[in-house]
């Protein structure tokens, strides 16, 4: 298994550079989040049939080709890959990918793509959207039901901490999380406090990882139970 993970650590790696995603180590904010997924996917890539991620471009690459999404498609045989996000002006010319229109800061639109989707239907799902710490939390909240029993909820670039004028937050989604790891008490400003209880209590657990350029606990992995 160590083999097989070194090597698609490798093949994630230049797909994330090629494709100019800050996945890799190469592009932009050179993050080199190929290195964990490498090893969270590597026992599971033949199992998987259902990811979705929401946030599909940098702008900095100029370019519409949402190159994670071409990525899982690569790597991820049996698996339908799912995108979202506020802006669909995109290029994919593949039949394994989907394109699905989300407005991460507006609850209506976040449950609107959740309900495209059915429950436990889902093994990946990873959150690269906006890095708001509000839109991130409703996001988490609202999605993590799609998820499979062991799938698994990722959240990159923790360490941008931002936080809207108009949607204040108790503590930023990285704290949040931490509570979460620790039993302790967690709110989310303006969501439903049962809602909530509900998304915390069919966590199983969660892992943090570092970026390779903005430090630890720059990404978040949260399993369900």
Known sequence: MEGEIE????????MANEMLSDKGNT?????????????????????????????????????????????????????????????VDVDVFNTKIHIHHVDQSNPESVQKLAHEFEANSLDIIIDDASHFSWDQQLTMVKLFPLLKSGGMYIIEDLQCKYVRPNRPVHYTTDVLCERISS??????????????????????????????????????????K
Not at 7 to 14: A, F, H, S
């Open 183 to 224: 039993n302790q008490p967690v709110v989310v400003m303006n969501l439903d406090a049962d809602e909530v209880s509900a998304f915390v209590q069919s966590v199983d657990k969660v892992e943090f990882y570092d970026s390779q350029t903005r430090g630890p606990k720059a990404m978040v992995v949260v399993y369900r």
């Open 27 to 87: 592009f932009y904010d050179k993050h080199y989040y190929t290195r964990h997924y490498a090893k969270l996917f590597t026992p599971i890539r033949e199992k998987v049939t259902g990811i979705l991620e929401v946030g599909l471009n940098i702008p900095q690459s100029g370019k519409k080709t949402c190159p994670s999404l071409r990525m899982w498609a690569d790597f991820f045989p049996a698996a339908t890959i799912h995108g979202a996000d506020i802006n």
């Open 7 to 14: 090597r698609n650590m490798k093949w994630l790696t230049t």
